[in-house]
Nanobody, 121 residues
């Protein structure tokens, strides 16, 4: 059974850092693209970052380039999102998701429950 579980969210002051974890089970994370998505209050869910299968090519939304780093621990089957120099506009619920394919997309089939990140000014 494919499952994703996020953790690591919390309340942090602007300029602070957090590292989110997405623990995958029921499949091998390294074989598929996994994305991190954010749902901010009153806004549509958006893709923040993606790590693609095998070679691990990464993509970032313009709003987080240079601040966020996505990486994968293949031995633990976990995908991380390291977030630095956080701003209040980074606040939202962060989800990881996959459709067991080669790209990341909003219309993924498998989602975690999300973890709340709140950045205070």
């Amino acid at each position: 059974q494919v499952q994703l579980a996020e953790s690591g969210g919390g309340l942090v002051q602007a300029g602070g850092s957090l590292t989110l974890s997405c623990a995958a089970s029921g499949f091998t994370a390294a074989w598929y693209a996994i994305g991190w998505f954010r749902q901010a209050p009153g806004k549509e869910r958006e893709e923040v970052s993606c790590i693609k299968s095998r070679e691990g090519t990464t993509n970032y939304a313009d709003s987080v380039k240079g601040r966020f780093t996505i990486y994968r621990d293949n031995a633990k089957n976990i995908v991380y999102l390291q977030m630095r120099s956080l701003k209040p506009e980074h606040t939202g619920v962060y989800f990881c998701a996959t459709y067991l394919g080669s790209k990341c997309r909003i219309g993924s089939d498998y989602w975690g429950r999300g973890t709340q990140v709140t950045v205070s000014s």
